[in-house]
């Protein structure tokens, strides 16, 4: 079964009420399909958007469970084996036993825990937006382990790895993604307000 937005966007909604859980599985639906154009998977952005939106769909009721319990919420809408993996193993190495393979998976992997930094960057500008965000800047709070502390460190740079990317290409890339679909993501969001 393949998913619409408005479909997976639905499907998130049933087990996510916060809008700082929706916001995150949008800007991640976003960052994936311009990674999917970017890297040459156009034909599948679809798909890679899809996995992007959903990929925290079970962290706000089941935070324990989060990367298990997925499984059997995506089972149950009917998903396929393939999209339930990509999921799943975004979480490898914390909450998973599942090591990103395919390269969406990898940039899931790696992409997920970098969103986080960046808004929680862009947060702190005056416009509060990562459109005037440069890299430099990313760079510095990147490098301040104090700063978003719950944002991995780690796991960036182990998906910069698995990616086989050096680190300011990752943060280059995810930056630019975030800063093409910041706008979408706010007129989608202010529905909810």
């Known amino acids: ?44 952005a679809d798909f890679w958007a899809a996995v992007g939106l959903l990929h925290d769909i079970d962290f706000e009721q089941w935070p324990d ?7 059997e919420l995506l089972r149950d809408a009917g998903l396929s084996e393939e999209f339930i993996r990509a999921v799943a193993c975004h979480g490898w190495s914390l909450c998973s036993e ?32 990562t459109k005037d965000m440069e890299l430099k800047s990313l760079k510095k709070k990147f490098k301040d382990k104090k700063f978003a502390a719950g944002c991995s460190r780690d796991v960036i740079l182990q998906g910069a790895e698995l990616l086989g990317w ?22 989608e969001m202010s529905s909810f307000s």
């Open 1 to 44: 079964m393949e998913l619409n937005h408005e479909q997976a966007f639905s499907l998130l909604q049933t087990y996510n009420k916060d809008s700082f859980h929706l916001r995150h599985g949008l800007t991640v639906e976003g960052v994936m399909r311009w990674y999917a154009n970017e890297l040459g998977y156009g034909d599948q």
């Open 65 to 71: 469970e989060h990367c298990s319990k997925c499984r």
């Open 98 to 129: 599942l090591k990103p393979e395919h390269e969406m998976e990898k940039v899931l992997f790696a992409a997920d825990e970098l969103t986080g930094l960046i808004g929680a960057a862009a947060l702190m500008r005056p416009s509060k937006s």
């Open 166 to 187: 050096e680190l300011d290409v990752l943060l280059e890339r995810t930056l630019a993604a975030m800063q093409a679909c910041e706008d979408s993501i706010n007129q």
